[in-house]
């Protein structure tokens, strides 16, 4: 809104500071065609030289002074302009011949300031001056690039380290959860074993026994007894006999003939 109220502001200062300095221009004698230029040699002379000594007091540039002097010289006479006019036209004042010689200066003054101010140098500076500044500019820049890249190493290291940070302590789990699988399987395979024995235990005894049964029954049965008497005297089959026959006994030849008859 600033922005459009500024322009707003100044195009209406000028708007009516329009009659008053046509007046003062006819006044003192210039005619209805030469009069109107009078607003434009003054107010926009005034916002010209207020514009340009802002701008040089902005940018730093030489000539500050002499725009601000025009400056206040330019509203000075914009001023009295409006003020005698409106004394004319209102009868408290009447023209005299050195209200016509001042007015009639104010066009060389205002084309000598102007041309003054367009013609003023702007900053020179040598050669050492321009490389100095380059050289700041540079360093200012690689500064902001050092930092910037050394925000964007610190995120990524940081990024990093907490990825490894969680990579450690899945590793922990796993570690934790091998060595608990690993104390199972080792109490899973002693286990394993103590059956093992306890089953071979089992089955030597009952080799034990059956075989002190073969010998029972043979012993009960007589000499004679077959293969095939002891076997149904004891309830197994033949095969079972011969695997749990006691090694150091042999039969007859005769009864093991007799058996298979």
Known sequence: MLRGAIPAACLAAL???????I???TAVGWSEHYAPA??????????????????????KLPGQVTALVGALAALTLAMGAQSISHLIEQSYMEGSDLLTVAVSCVPPI???????MAETPSETRSVTAELA???????????????????RLSARVHGAVGELRDAISIAEELTGEAERLNVELGKF????????????????QRRSSLARSIEEARASLGAEATVGDICRA????????????????????????????
């Open 133 to 151: 500044e380059l050289r700041e500019v540079s360093q200012i820049l690689m500064a902001e690039v050092v930092v910037s890249e050394t925000l």
């Open 15 to 21: 708007y009516l500071s329009i009659p008053g300095e």
């Open 234 to 261: 004891l309830g197994i089959s033949q095969a079972t006999y011969y695997r749990h026959k006691p090694k150091q006994v042999e039969q007859p030849e005769g009864v093991l003939a007799h058996s298979f008859g």
């Open 23 to 25: 007046a003062l221009a």
């Open 189 to 204: 395979l002693d286990e394993e074993e103590r059956k093992l024995r306890e089953e071979r235990s089992r089955a030597e």
């Open 38 to 59: 009078m607003p434009v040699c003054l107010s926009v002379y005034a916002l010209a030289a207020g514009a340009i000594a802002t701008y040089r007091r902005k940018m």
């Open 110 to 116: 205002v084309i000598a300031h102007l041309i003054h």
